[in-house]
C-alpha cells in the first residue's frame, strides 16, 4: 500500500456541502481544481511540525490536516477537510516558518522510535529531511494560492 497524501484546494461551497454530506466526495471532478501530490511526506510532515502522529494542534494541525472532528466518511480512504478561514490560518503560519527552525526541531532518531512513516532504521536520514522539505516547500506554495482565492482544502491518503 503506498500511503500518498494530495491536496485537493475547492471553493468554500463544495467543503461546505462535503461537511455537511449533501455532496460526496467521489462525486467530484478532482481535475477541475487545484491538487498537488506530496507522496509519502504527509506523516513525516505533520510530526515535524507537530510532534504528533494525528490531530495536531491549530495552525500547524492545519498544514497536514490529520482531524478526526474533520474528517470525510469515505470507506476506501481518509480524507480530512480543512475551511477557508482555517486554510488563511495555515497559509499564515507556514510563512512564518524558517528552514532552521524547522531543521532544529528534526531528530530521524526520533521520528524512527516513533515510527513515523516513511523513515525506518537504516534509512537515509540526511536524504529524508530533503524529501520533507522539498515537499513542505510545495504545501506552503499550494497554500498560499488557496487562501488568496479563498478556497478550502480536502487532504486525503490513497
Known amino acids: 500500500m503506498s500511503l500518498i497524501g494530495q491536496y485537493l484546494a475547492l471553493p468554500q461551497e463544495v467543503i461546505s456541502e462535503l461537511s455537511e454530506g449533501t455532496l460526496l466526495f467521489k462525486d467530484i471532478d478532482r481535475n477541475a481544481y487545484g491538487m498537488l501530490d506530496i507522496d509519502r511526506s504527509w506523516e513525516g510532515i505533520h510530526f515535524l511540525l507537530c510532534d504528533t502522529d ?6 500547524e494541525g492545519y498544514v497536514v490536516p490529520l482531524l478526526n472532528d474533520q474528517s470525510l466518511k469515505i470507506p476506501d480512504f481518509s480524507t480530512f477537510y480543512l475551511k477557508d478561514d482555517q486554510v ?9 516558518l524558517t528552514t532552521e527552525q524547522l531543521r532544529a526541531k528534526y531528530s530521524s532518531e526520533r521520528f524512527v522510535k516513533e515510527k513515523i512513516y516513511p523513515l525506518f532504521e537504516g534509512a ?9 522539505i522539498s515537499h513542505l516547500t510545495e504545501i506552503q506554495k499550494f497554500y498560499r494560492i488557496a487562501a488568496s482565492k479563498g478556497q478550502g482544502i480536502v487532504f486525503y491518503i490513497v
Request: cysteine-free.
Open 88 to 96: 488563511q490560518e495555515a497559509a499564515a503560519y507556514l510563512d512564518t
Open 124 to 132: 537515509d536520514a540526511e536524504g529524508f529531511w530533503d524529501y520533507l
Open 54 to 59: 494525528y490531530n495536531g494542534t491549530p495552525p
